[in-house]
């Protein structure tokens, strides 16, 4: 089982492009999302999905979009790269059984924006 | 909107036990989860309170006061390998699949 699968790990970009950030999960985990990491702020949410077609935004969704078009692939798109997106960005899965909603996090990807 | 807060920095000797402590603000209360994550790692899950009382899984217990919107991590005879961030976590009453990290404790352990 390959869990939570993000690519690519590291990305340099320049202000102003855009890229996607791919994540794909192999567990047939209903919920995914997806969060950004920054030193001294934890985990801040930008979008989630409960399900193929349907997302919602979380805390910080400005630059960012989603979609999700099946159960296993939530790609993250950063539509004109600003130096602010300079972030460690991790994907999510859970299922909901049993209340815990146990997250399951790709090894992350780490974004730099000049 | 959810919150919680965190002790930034925990420093505590090999050994010994430590206490992180959360304080959460939410609209509706579906449990309490705990995460750690080791420098340049993903986090991961720790443990998890939907009622009052102490759970304990090993060396690490969690501890969930609903009534005041508390709870704390216990880790007991730490090891090295514990220096890590820990964060814990509440759902949105708004979705399952919604959520929010407090902004996490760094333990760091001495010899």
């Known amino acids: 089982n390959a869990g939570v699968t993000q690519t690519p790990k590291f990305q340099v970009l320049k202000t102003g492009q855009s890229m996607t950030l791919q994540c794909a999960q192999d567990?047939?985990?209903?919920?995914m999302s997806w969060y950004r990491q920054d030193p001294g702020m934890g985990l801040r949410l930008i979008h989630y999905?409960?399900?193929?077609?349907?997302?919602d935004q979380g805390e910080v969704p400005n630059g960012y979009n989603v979609s999700r078009s099946t159960t296993e692939d939530f790609p993250l798109r950063l539509l004109s790269a600003a130096p602010s997106q300079t972030s460690v960005y991790f994907c999510?899965?859970?299922?909901?059984?049993?209340?815990?909603?146990?997250?399951?996090f790709g090894a992350g990807s780490r974004l730099t924006v000049l | 909107g959810q919150s919680l807060e965190q002790p930034s920095e925990v420093t505590a000797v090999e050994g010994a036990i430590v206490q992180i402590n959360c304080t959460y603000q939410?609209?509706?209360?579906?449990?309490l989860s705990w995460y750690q994550q080791h420098d340049g790692g993903a986090p991961t899950f720790l443990s998890y309170?939907?009622?009052?009382g102490l759970e304990e899984t090993g060396r690490f217990s969690s501890f969930l006061s609903r009534s005041d919107s508390y709870g704390y991590l216990l880790l007991q005879e730490l090891q090295m390998k514990d220096s890590a961030s820990y964060f814990c976590?509440?759902?949105?009453?708004?979705?399952?699949?919604?959520?929010?990290f407090g902004s996490g404790t760094r333990l760091s352990i001495r010899p």
């Open positions: 999510a899965s859970s299922t909901e059984g049993s209340g815990a909603n146990v997250l399951t």
């Open positions: 567990m047939n985990h209903e919920y």
């Open positions: 999905s409960v399900g193929a077609g349907i997302t």
């Open positions: 939410t609209s509706g209360f579906y449990g």
């Open positions: 309170n939907a009622l009052d």
């Open positions: 976590a509440v759902r949105d009453p708004s979705s399952a699949s919604k959520i929010i």
